[in-house]
């Protein structure tokens, strides 16, 4: 291993950029040392000693070769073996749409709205925006049609409260008064009136599950939705 190195070190410059062969040349300093390449074996690998090729130095087609050798950067560009420059790209003309897979394309997402994007929502009347609506039904104001008590209530008789001043509505097992909301609805009274008099919980629910329910409607409360007597 030893001999090996001390070969690598010693070994002129023949195998990677020519140097001249003037003793006098700068490249070729007099008092360098020098190693005998038939060294006897040390005794630590004999195979090693045996394959004691040195290899290149500097590296075929490393940037200090190209360095001391400037030619070779054209011999590069042009030797086949070697990966092409790549193609230059043609002139754009003024105007003309930028390529497709162009980085500086903006992503699809940002020049298109998504089509669920479109909102249902309705102008409310002055005074009905959804901050009235906390206020209203923070007011103590009977929301609730004049019902003192919790009812059970079957679907034939929330079917009867289904006009616009007496409109009753089952979301998930609980009927509210929803006539005072009406116009405090952001998807618009006739929305809301679609669902007068009969269960809404799943309309409701593929419209705007988000939106808390119990707690917008819970000074509408009127009762609980029940199934009808069995006679
Ligand atoms: C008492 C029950 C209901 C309450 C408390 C309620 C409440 C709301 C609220 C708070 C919004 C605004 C949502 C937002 O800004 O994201 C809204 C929007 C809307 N609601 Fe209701 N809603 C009720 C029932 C319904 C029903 C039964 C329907 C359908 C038949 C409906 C249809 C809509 C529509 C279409 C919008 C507009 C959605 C949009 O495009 O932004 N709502 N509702």
Redesign the pocket.
């Known amino acids: 291993m030893a001999s090996y190195l001390r070969s690598w070190l010693a070994a002129p410059l023949t195998t990677a950029t020519p140097v001249p062969e003037d003793p006098d040349s700068p490249t070729t300093p007099t008092n360098a040392p020098s190693f005998s390449l038939t060294e006897p074996n040390d005794g630590d690998n004999a195979s090693e000693e045996d394959n004691d090729e040195v290899p290149a130095f500097p590296a075929v087609n490393s940037a200090q070769r190209i360095a001391s050798n400037p030619s070779s950067v054209s011999s590069m560009l042009t030797t086949s073996s070697l990966m092409p420059p790549p193609a230059i790209p043609p002139p754009r003309r003024p105007g003309a749409p930028a390529p497709s897979s162009s980085s500086l394309m903006l992503p699809p997402s940002t020049t298109k709205a998504p089509p669920s994007a479109?909102?249902?929502?309705?102008a409310l009347a002055p005074g009905h925006s959804?901050l009235d609506w906390a206020a209203l039904k923070t007011s103590g104001a009977d929301l609730r049609g004049g019902a003192s008590t919790l009812a059970r209530i079957t679907p034939s008789v929330l079917k009867t409260h289904n006009k616009r001043d007496d409109a009753w509505?089952a979301?998930n097992g609980k009927v509210?008064n929803?006539t005072p909301?009406l116009p405090f609805?952001?998807?618009?009274e006739r929305?809301?009136m679609?669902?007068a008099g009969r269960d809404?919980t799943s309309?409701?629910a593929?419209?705007?599950g988000?939106?808390n329910?119990d707690f917008?409607?819970d000074a509408?409360l009127v009762g609980f939705l029940v199934p009808e007597p069995s006679s």
Do not use: A, D, N
């Open positions: 479109k909102s249902r929502k309705v959804p509505s979301f509210y929803i909301y609805h952001p998807g618009g929305e809301l679609r669902v809404g309309l409701f593929r419209t705007h988000w939106v329910v917008m409607m509408c």
